[in-house]
């Protein structure tokens, strides 16, 4: 039985494919990104007159999509940008077909706040190309949080009197 070299203990890695960007994933970091993008998305929805007619209409799916990311990153520190973007937009297309689906009793919950927030109201193919948006930028910003913490960790290694990029 072959046995794992990762230890329990150690900080969950997150990649792409390749071990240059590989680097601790920092939960707290994530959880407050995802706060931040959830004011976001709840902003986008109040004050939509405010926004281009091109983010009022889909900014709210693309961060949806991103939130549904930055959870996934939360909960399941292992997988790597691309397999979290994966599973994202799996879940936000899931979520987007599921409104096809109508009985009174779901119906009423997408009639609450809440409920629309999470399940939608009605089925639209231009909300999926918003979901990869979302998706995508949720794969730069690991690449970002990656890059940042590995100039972080190079500036450790960096003689005395020189000041760190960080």
Same mark, same amino acid.
């Given at each position: 039985m072959a =046995?794992?070299?990762?230890? /329990? &203990?150690? #900080?969950?890695?997150?990649? $792409?494919r390749? &071990?240059? $960007?590989?680097? /601790?994933? =920092?939960?707290?970091?994530? =959880? *407050? $990104?995802l706060v931040g993008v959830i004011l976001l998305g709840l902003g986008s929805r109040r004050y939509s007159y405010l926004l281009p007619h091109l983010l009022?209409?889909?900014a709210g799916d693309a961060l949806w999509a991103l939130a549904v990311f +930055?959870? +996934?990153?939360? $909960? *399941? /520190?292992r997988p790597g940008a691309i397999q979290l973007a994966a599973m994202a937009f799996a879940i936000s297309i899931f979520d987007e077909f599921s409104q096809l689906y109508h009985t009174p009793w779901l119906d009423g919950i997408r009639g609450t706040f809440v409920g629309h927030l999470f399940l939608g109201s009605g089925f639209s193919w231009s909300d999926i190309g918003c979901?990869?948006? %979302?998706s995508a930028i949720g794969i730069l910003l690991e690449i970002s949080l990656a890059l940042s913490a590995r100039r972080c960790r190079s500036a450790i290694l960096n003689p #005395? %009197?020189?000041?760190?990029p960080c």
């Open positions: =046995r794992s070299s990762v230890r /329990p &203990d150690q #900080p969950a890695v997150s990649s $792409l390749s &071990d240059r $960007l590989a680097v /601790p994933r =920092r939960r707290s970091i994530y =959880r *407050l $990104l009022k209409k889909n +930055l959870v +996934l990153a939360i $909960l *399941l /520190p979901y990869a948006v %979302g #005395p %009197g020189r000041k760190p």
